[in-house]
């Protein structure tokens, strides 16, 4: 029946009705039995427009993944002999606005491009570029559980991209580089490509350590991953050829459980990065009063220790509402408490154009490379 079914299925290509016979399929009692049918495409396509209508969702995905409006579509070719039903060549001409080519052979072209590509890999074809792409984000989890993207999907390889992370703790020698894969917003929720540890980060505060995070993705979908501490030289690295050989049915569910779940997933990243710029500004507060001694007022002391305290508190009870209201007003007191210093008898900042004011920035260019909001934590032995 198979067999015939498909045999069936190639007909209504070209004609409008097809013949299905079957002579003695089965038996009963009173005796044999045939199948004598007489298909047409009508019929047809109206017992396969489910999974014509299926190949909507994909054609519409890539084109919007490519960033592209289907005027800019020179060509469309065909893949696959169910290409050539009818159906699903109006369903592309609608989609697209233009009749798909089929000057190729639609059972033999992913066969010739994986040759094509073949060659290019080999060295051999050289007058010919074909473009690839990582089907999902990579990226690194830190503080907080959260997965930071360094490759976004869709992403042309062969490609390379660098990230400057820090530390989350004060005194720490050591971070945990946890490579990860997919597109939700949490850590646990992805793909666990490989785990690799730096050790030797020389001591110092919380965020002034600088670690050079950074990801190659060859020609051969190979990645590499290597971290370096810019300040000691030391690094370690991993080098992972599992990011590419996830089926396309692994890929498509898991683009549809970020989209299914983007709401909830952006709701928990917001608090969690709440939490963290909470803990942050705690520790900056707690240091900068620690610098600045008695050149701040008493009373405008007590208030910013009473409103990082509160801050604390609302951090530890993951109170959200409280925490968001409190870093705004905690950081006014900071920006009141700085003004002051430098209102002070012999600390007023320079006129415009005196040296070491706005125009002196030579500092800012030295240190021009930016390191990015989100820490790794502490691995313990």
């Known amino acids: 029946m198979t067999e015939a079914a498909e045999k069936a299925k190639i007909e209504l290509s070209n004609a409008t009705q097809s013949e299905i016979n079957l002579p003695f399929i089965t038996a009963t009692p009173e005796g044999p039995k045939h199948l004598d049918l007489n298909l047409t495409r009508a019929k047809f396509e109206e017992l396969a427009a489910s999974l014509i209508d299926r190949c909507k969702t994909p054609v519409e995905r890539a084109i919007s993944d490519a960033k592209i409006s289907t005027s800019e579509i020179d060509e469309v070719v065909m ?6 039903i009818p159906a699903v060549l109006d369903l592309v001409k609608k989609i697209i606005g233009k009749d798909p080519n089929q000057t190729v052979n639609p059972d033999e072209v992913v066969a010739v491009g994986a040759a094509i590509q073949g060659g290019v890999l080999a060295g051999e074809v050289k007058d010919i570029l074909l473009l690839d792409v990582t089907p999902l984000s990579l990226g690194v989890e830190t503080l907080g559980g959260v997965m930071t993207k360094m490759i976004n999907r869709n992403t042309t390889v062969p490609t390379k991209k660098s990230e400057t992370y820090s530390t989350a703790v004060d005194g720490q020698t050591n971070v945990e580089i946890h490579v990860l894969q997919g ?4 850590a646990s ?23 050079e995070v950074t990801f190659d993705i060859d020609a051969n979908g190979i990645l590499s991953v290597t971290a370096k501490d810019k300040g000691s030289g030391k690094e370690q690295s991993i080098s992972i050829t599992g990011a590419s050989t996830l089926s396309d049915n692994e890929v498509e ?24 710029q909470a803990e942050t500004l705690v520790y900056q507060t707690e240091k900068q009063l620690g610098e600045l001694g008695d050149k701040i007022d008493a009373a405008a002391k007590s208030k910013v220790e009473e409103k990082s305290n509160a801050l604390k508190e609302a951090t530890s009870k993951e109170d959200y509402e409280s925490m968001k209201k409190l870093l705004e007003e905690l950081q006014q007191e900071l ?6 210093v430098y209102q002070q008898p012999g600390n007023q900042p320079p006129s415009p154009g005196a040296a070491g004011g706005p125009d ?13 909001d989100a820490d790794f934590t502490e691995t313990k032995d």
């Open 79 to 84: 893949v696959g002999g169910s290409s050539r």
């Open 253 to 276: 569910k898991m683009v549809k459980d970020a989209e299914s779940n983007a709401s909830a997933d952006k709701e928990k990243r917001e608090k969690i990065d709440l939490k963290n």
């Open 335 to 340: 920006y009141a408490v700085g003004s002051s």
């Open 360 to 372: 002196q920035s030579d500092s800012n260019e030295k240190g021009g490379d930016d390191v990015i």
């Open 183 to 186: 597109e939700r917003e949490m």
């Open 189 to 211: 929720d992805n793909k666990s490509l490989g785990t690799f540890r730096l050790d030797g980060i020389p001591s110092a505060p919380r965020g002034v350590p600088q670690i």
